[in-house]
């Protein structure tokens, strides 16, 4: 079992930066892939990025450019480092932890992923 609590989320204005952290429990941290989804208010939940295991990356093309996921496998936390953020990025940040494999699209759907977290707000002004 595999417990994740996301925290960094809060109000700023358009073009600010804000750093979500998702700390996990857990001693097999290192072998997760770790992903950041997001859901606006009235919308389906949307993926953001995933850090495989292995330490490759990728994103949605809606944040790619402005947004970055890193992880810390000593600390059981994974980051996402938000820039240049538009009143659309605004919504409940997720973050998720699976070990399934496959296909792209498994992980982009969120089926690979096994847990998750309660999430975070983030809100962008214009």
């Known amino acids: 079992q595999v417990q994740l609590v996301e925290s960094g989320g809060g109000l700023v204005q358009a073009g600010d930066s804000l750093r979500l952290s998702c700390s996990a429990s857990?001693?097999?941290?290192?072998?997760?892939?770790m992903g950041w989804f997001r859901q606006a208010p009235g919308k389906e939940r949307e993926f953001v990025a995933i850090?495989?295991?292995?330490?490759?990356?990728y994103y949605a093309d809606s944040v790619k450019g402005r947004f970055t996921i890193s992880r810390d496998n000593a600390k059981n936390t994974v980051y996402l480092q938000m820039n240049s953020l538009k009143s659309e990025d605004t919504a409940v940040y997720f973050c998720?932890?699976?070990?399934?494999?496959?296909?792209?699209?498994?992980?982009?759907?969120?089926?690979?992923?096994?847990?998750w977290g309660q999430g975070t707000q983030v809100t962008v002004s214009s």
């Open positions: 998720a932890a699976g070990t399934g494999s496959g296909l792209l699209r498994r992980w982009v759907s969120g089926e690979n992923f096994d847990y």
């Open positions: 857990g001693r097999t941290f290192s072998s997760y892939a």
């Open positions: 850090m495989w295991s292995g330490g490759s990356t």
